[in-house]
């Protein structure tokens, strides 16, 4: 039904305490599986690496506090 739809559809947000410690979660789609990532924050900084969107997630929540 869907064969010539979609390709990779994805979002990120974080979610920052006052101390910019929180979460950044992501969400991945493709056609044929969906996954979803978590990664945490110490003080604005992770322990892995964040891609593009996840960095983008972040600042714009700082800048929101």
Same mark, same amino acid.
């Given at each position: ?5 979609? *390709? ?6 974080? &979610? &920052?305490?006052?101390? !910019?410690? *929180?979460?950044? &979660?992501?969400?991945?789609? *493709? ?9 945490? &924050?110490?003080?604005? !900084? ?6 593009? @969107?996840?960095? @983008? ?9």
């Amino acid at each position: 039904a869907y064969e010539n739809t979609g *390709g990779h559809q994805s979002a990120s947000v974080a &979610l &920052l305490d006052a101390s !910019r410690s *929180g979460v950044v &979660l992501s969400a991945i789609q *493709g056609r044929d599986y969906a996954r979803i990532y978590v990664k945490e &924050l110490d003080e604005g !900084r992770a322990a892995i690496s964040l891609s593009p @969107e996840e960095q @983008e997630a972040v600042e714009r929540a700082m800048k929101s506090q």
